[in-house]
C-alpha cells in the first residue's frame, strides 16, 4: 500500500443512537475507540436494550480490537446507545504502527496480545465482548509473582494519549486542507564573507487560535500519524518555488542561493518518495541543484540498503544532500562516504560548548580538516554569539546559521533580509 491510500484511512465517525458499528459475522477490519457517547456490545446478533449480558461502553474505551489480531468474522454485535463519535482505525494502520514500533515495544505487544488471544479462547467464546476480565484475574492468581504493568490509572492515562494524538491528527489533516502550514525560511550566511548563501525552509502552522505554532509542537505526532509526509511534501514544493524567486533578488551579487528542506526519515519508507520528488521538480521547473535535502542520521540507520536506493535517486534527480543534526546522535562521519553527503551539519548543542569545551573545538577541528578532504561543506547551526563565529570562521567553517544573523523569516522578510544582507 502507498503512502497515499495508507494516511487518510483513520478517521472519526458519527453514529446515530440504535446504528450498529458492526454485527456478527462481519468482517474484522476496524478497531475502535469512543471519542464521545456510548457503545453497548452484546454476544451474537442479540441486539435487545435489556440484554443482561450487554456490556455498556464509554469515551476513551477501545472495542472490536480483536481485529489487531486477524481477520475473521466478528462473533459479537456493537450499537450505539445514544449519538456516539468513534474513531475507526483500520487493521491495516494498526499492524503497521505495530511494526514501526521500537522493536522490543513490539515484541512485547505480541507477546501480550497472543497471550491475551489464548486466555480469551480459553475462557470465553466472545471475542469482541469486552473486558475479558474473568480470565485475566484468574491467570493472575495462577502466577504467584506476578505484577500487572498495566494498572487501572496508567491504562486510563494511555487511553487519554491516544485520543489525543488521534484528535491531532484529525487537526493536522484538516490544517492541511485549510492550507494553514506556511515555510518560514531562515538564513545561512558564508562565515568568509558574511554574505548570504542560503536558507533553510522550517514549517511553521499558522493556527487560527493559537498562532504561530512551532513544529516541535506537531512534527513528533505528524511522524508516528504518517501526516509528515504530507507536511514535508508541501515544504518541498514550497522549496521548488521559493528558490528560483529569491535568486533573482541577488542580481548576481552572490553565487547561487540554495534552500534546504527537512525530510523526515519515514519518507525513506515510502517507495514513490524519489518519484514524487521527480514530479515536484518537473511541475515547478526548478534548478535542482538549488535544492538541498537535510536529512538526520536516523533516517540512514534502519534499512541502510533502502536509504542507499533513496539518496542515490534524489543524486541522480541532482539534488544535494545535507546531513542535519551531526552531534546528536551516533556521530559516525561513515555515513559522508557511504551516503555520498554533500553538506554536513553540525546541531546546536555542539556549537554552543565550542566557547568553553576544547574537546569540541578539536572534534569541529578534525571535521572541518576532514570536509577538505572529503569534499563535503560545513554548517555550523545555532551560531548565537559572535565569539563562536569568529571560532568557527577560524577553524574554517564554510557556513552558519543561527539567532546571531536572523531567525526564521516570513517569505517577504526573507526577501528584505536578502537585499539588506547584499546592499540592494
Ligand atoms: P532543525 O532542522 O535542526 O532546524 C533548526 C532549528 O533550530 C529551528 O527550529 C530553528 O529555528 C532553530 N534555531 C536556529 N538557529 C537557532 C539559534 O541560534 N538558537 C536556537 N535556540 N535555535 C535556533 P524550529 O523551526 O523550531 O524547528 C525545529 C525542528 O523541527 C527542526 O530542527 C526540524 O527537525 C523540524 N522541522 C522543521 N520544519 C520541518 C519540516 O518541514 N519537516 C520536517 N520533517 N521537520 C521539520
Ligand atoms: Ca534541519
Ligand atoms: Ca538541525
Redesign the pocket.
Same mark, same amino acid.
Not at 200 to 203: F, G, K, M, S
Not at 381 to 384: A, V
Given at each position: 500500500m502507498t503512502y497515499q491510500e495508507q494516511t487518510y484511512l483513520s478517521r472519526c465517525a458519527h453514529f446515530k443512537r440504535g446504528d450498529f458499528v458492526f454485527q456478527e459475522g462481519e468482517e474484522r477490519n476496524h478497531t475502535f475507540i469512543i471519542e464521545s457517547g456510548s457503545i453497548g456490545i452484546m454476544p451474537g446478533k442479540e441486539t435487545s436494550k435489556d440484554n443482561a449480558s450487554r456490556v455498556t461502553l464509554g469515551p476513551g474505551e477501545i472495542f472490536g480490537e480483536m481485529a489487531i489480531l486477524s481477520h475473521g468474522q466478528r462473533t459479537a454485535t456493537a450499537v450505539a446507545l445514544e449519538d456516539t463519535e468513534l474513531f475507526m482505525i483500520p487493521r491495516q494502520v494498526l499492524q503497521e504502527r505495530i511494526t514501526n514500533l521500537d522493536p522490543l515495544v513490539a515484541l512485547l505487544m505480541s507477546l501480550l496480545v497472543d497471550r491475551y488471544r489464548s486466555l480469551r479462547i480459553k475462557h470465553a467464546e466472545i471475542a469482541d465482548l469486552q473486558p475479558a476480565l474473568p480470565a485475566i484475574e484468574e491467570e493472575q492468581d495462577e502466577e504467584e509473582n506476578y505484577e500487572p504493568i498495566t494498572t487501572v490509572s496508567n491504562l486510563n492515562v494511555q487511553k487519554e494519549n491516544a485520543l489525543k494524538e488521534l484528535r491531532v491528527e484529525q487537526e493536522l489533516r484538516k490544517a492541511i486542507e485549510k492550507k494553514q502550514f506556511v515555510a518560514y525560511m531562515?538564513p545561512i550566511l558564508s562565515l568568509d564573507t558574511g554574505k548570504i548563501a542560503g536558507f533553510?525552509?522550517?514549517?511553521r502552522w499558522i493556527h487560527p487560535e493559537r498562532g504561530i505554532v512551532?513544529?516541535?509542537e506537531f512534527?513528533p505526532v505528524a511522524e508516528r500519524t504518517n501526516v509528515?509526509q504530507l507536511? +514535508?511534501r508541501l515544504?518541498f514544493e514550497q522549496a521548488c518555488y521559493i528558490a528560483p524567486e529569491l535568486n533573482a533578488l541577488t542580481e548576481g551579487k552572490v553565487e547561487k542561493l540554495f534552500v534546504s528542506?527537512?525530510?523526515?526519515g519515514i519518507n525513506f519508507e515510502d517507495e514513490d518518495i524519489v518519484d514524487s520528488v521527480k514530479r515536484c521538480i518537473s511541475k515547478t521547473k526548478v534548478d535542482p541543484s538549488l535544492i538541498k535535502l537535510?536529512i538526520t542520521e536516523s533516517a540512514l540507520i534502519g534499512d541502510s540498503k533502502q536509504a542507499e536506493e533513496v539518496l542515490r535517486g534524489f543524486k541522480a534527480l541532482g539534488l544535494h544532500i545535507a546531513l +542535519?543534526?551531526f552531534g546528536t546522535g551516533y556521530s559516525s562521519l561513515s555515513y559522508l562516504h557511504k551516503f555520498s553527503i554533500d553538506t554536513l551539519k553540525i546541531d546546536?548543542s555542539f556549537v554552543s560548548q565550542i566557547r568553553t569545551d576544547t574537546k569540541t573545538l578539536d572534534i569541529l577541528r578534525a571535521i572541518v580538516d576532514l570536509s577538505g578532504s572529503f569534499k563535503f561543506k560545513v554548517v555550523a547551526?545555532?551560531?548565537?554569539y559572535e565569539e563562536e563565529a569568529d571560532m568557527l570562521k577560524k577553524l574554517g567553517c564554510d557556513y552558519g546559521?543561527?539567532?546571531?544573523y536572523g531567525?526564521?523569516l516570513s517569505i517577504e522578510d526573507a526577501r528584505q533580509f536578502i537585499k539588506t544582507n547584499l546592499d540592494l
Open positions: 531562515q533553510e525552509t522550517l514549517i512551532p513544529p516541535l512534527i509528515v507536511l +514535508d515544504m528542506v527537512n525530510l523526515s537535510e +542535519d543534526d546546536r547551526e545555532g551560531i548565537e546559521q543561527g539567532y546571531l531567525r526564521p
